[in-house]
């Protein structure tokens, strides 16, 4: 492995996602030798610590990865801090300053990487800063990395991006979704274009809908200051839904790379029908999670910390996606996403249409591939076939193919895989302005007409349930029902 040479800037370094996030999955691809001893770390939050203080805050972020303690121990010395406030443009020059003797140091040239760990308010300041205080590297390489949310509409995430792109072109933005890092949503376009058996039959010809759900036991926990601005719809549909609804339904790419991949999303989401006002209470769901049944158990959305007794903030949505293209026209795509409901559970169910059969006297039932993306990770294929024995009756055969515990615990996690891909400057599993820009606007409208119409019966649903009982009838009113049933 040659090494991967790089200076990296953690804006917001003493925060929540760098501590429980960036840190391990730093520290794993030292472990595995993908950076090793040209690379050094600068983190810069508000608070005044030292490089000591600083340190010792990583290693305990550390505690529960395999590691020695020395070896832990080293790769904090890579680490440096830098207290800042990214208002002041003097501190920039501190950075700077700091960075150009790392780079010495640690022999980087001049590779450059921006992670922006803090609140999206602050992205475009530090961009303009970076750029007018020279942070921007003139020898290598300069990439910057945004966390989500990227904007809370078009709007604003245009201008957050007009902004960012004053300084960074498209091809230094790395945009995370953190989902496109996980195991079986990089698995989909391999099962999808490497199997015929798939691949002939994955259009409105074979199939009658497809449902992704993505569902969470917890609820808001700490982060109501957030959800309380963006609510399940911007927090999870506009972005993973939307990016796991594309790697499902798009077409085939010229070949695996970033600009193919993209052209397909694009090609895609030109058929993303955008619901009018008077169509979203069809083909949209909202809920708001009420208490438990369970006396003292868990408080309704409203009681949570932090949040308006009155919210009208969405904790479930459910909805029915249209792709208006030859390839799906017809082929209702159900989406599921909920704080509290029973499990934490990420999946796929492709549902193939049920034929008269002509050769039995019973209609067949559907064909089922299920692709589960966590806890599990895995494929299930439910078919058709005779059950055992002195008789003609047909049985429902299930193929299944799980990875193991084993070999989960050994491959890179969502971050960890990222940040590799930042650093290998790899643009596959990150999201494109123009894909933001479609999935905004889809968003949008919907989120425009539950703006201008509050909700009058939330909460509608208890914590750990599945949700409303109009989620049910979304799919109830054409024959059809949610295939996981929690
Ligand atoms: P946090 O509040 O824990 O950390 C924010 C950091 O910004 C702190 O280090 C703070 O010191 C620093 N900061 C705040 N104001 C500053 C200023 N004026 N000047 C300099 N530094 C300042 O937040 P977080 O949870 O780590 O989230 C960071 C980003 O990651 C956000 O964009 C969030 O939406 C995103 N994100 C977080 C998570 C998560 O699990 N925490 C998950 C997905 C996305």
């Known amino acids: ?48 610590w030292s490089d000591d203080y600083y340190r010792s805050t990583i290693l305990k972020s550390l505690e529960e990865l395999p590691g020695s303690f020395n070896q832990k121990n080293s790769f904090t010395k890579h680490f440096y801090y830098q207290a800042h406030d990214v208002t002041d443009s003097k501190h920039y020059i501190a950075l700077d300053n700091l960075g150009i003797e790392l780079e010495k140091k640690y022999e980087t040239q001049g590779n450059r990487i921006f992670y922006m760990a803090m609140a999206p308010k602050f992205f475009a300041t530090i961009a303009e800063h970076l750029k007018s205080q020279n942070l921007v590297s003139e020898k290598g390489y300069n990439r910057i990395v945004i966390e989500k949310p990227f904007g809370r509409d078009f709007a604003s995430a245009k201008e957050l991006n007009d902004a960012i792109s004053d300084t960074f072109s498209e091809d230094q933005i790395y945009r995370i979704d953190h989902y496109l890092g996980k195991e079986m949503v990089l698995g989909l376009l391999p099962l999808r274009f490497s199997n015929p058996f798939f691949e002939q039959v994955w259009n409105r010809d074979f199939i009658d809908n497809i449902q992704i759900n993505l569902n969470e036991e917890l609820g808001v926990e700490d982060r109501a200051g957030y959800y309380e601005t963006a609510g399940a719809l911007r927090d999870m549909v506009q972005n993973h839904i939307m990016q796991i609804l594309a790697l499902t339904t798009l077409g085939a790419p010229e070949k695996m790379s970033a600009e193919a991949l993209r052209d397909q999303k694009q090609k895609l989401f030109a058929g993303l029908q955008v619901y009018k006002p008077e169509e979203v209470s069809k083909y949209f769901v909202r809920g708001q999670y009420g208490a438990s049944d369970i006396p003292d158990h868990e408080p309704a959305y409203r009681d949570e910390p932090n949040v308006a007794p009155n919210s009208t903030i969405e904790t479930f949505v459910a909805g029915e996606v249209h792709i208006d293209n030859d390839q799906w026209r017809g082929v209702p795509i159900f989406i599921r996403t909920g704080k509290r409901l029973p499990e934490k559970n990420s999946r796929i169910d492709v549902v193939f249409k049920p034929r008269q059969n002509p050769i039995f006297s019973q209609p067949d039932e559907p064909n089922i591939l299920t692709i589960e993306i966590e806890p599990e990770e895995g494929v299930a294929l439910q078919f058709n076939g005779k059950k055992i024995g002195q008789t003609t009756d047909p049985a429902r055969y299930q193929l299944t193919y799980q990875h193991s515990k084993a070999e989960i615990a050994q491959v890179l996690d969502a971050y960890e895989r990222l940040i590799y891909d930042v650093i290998l400057g790899d643009h596959t599993n990150f999201s494109h302005w123009l894909e933001l820009e479609k999935t905004w606007k889809f968003v949008d409208a919907i989120r425009q007409y539950w703006d201008n119409n509050a909700p009058t019966d939330f909460p509608n649903y208890k914590s750990g349930t599945a949700g409303p009982a109009a989620s049910d009838s979304l799919l109830q009113r054409s024959n059809r029902q949610w295939i996981y049933q929690p």
């Open 1 to 48: 492995v040659s090494e991967n040479r790089v200076l990296i800037y953690i804006f917001g370094g003493s925060g929540d996602l760098a501590h429980r996030k960036l840190y391990p999955a730093l520290f794993n691809l030292y472990r595995k030798n993908h950076i090793k001893h040209n690379f050094a770390v600068i983190g810069t939050a508000r608070r005044d």
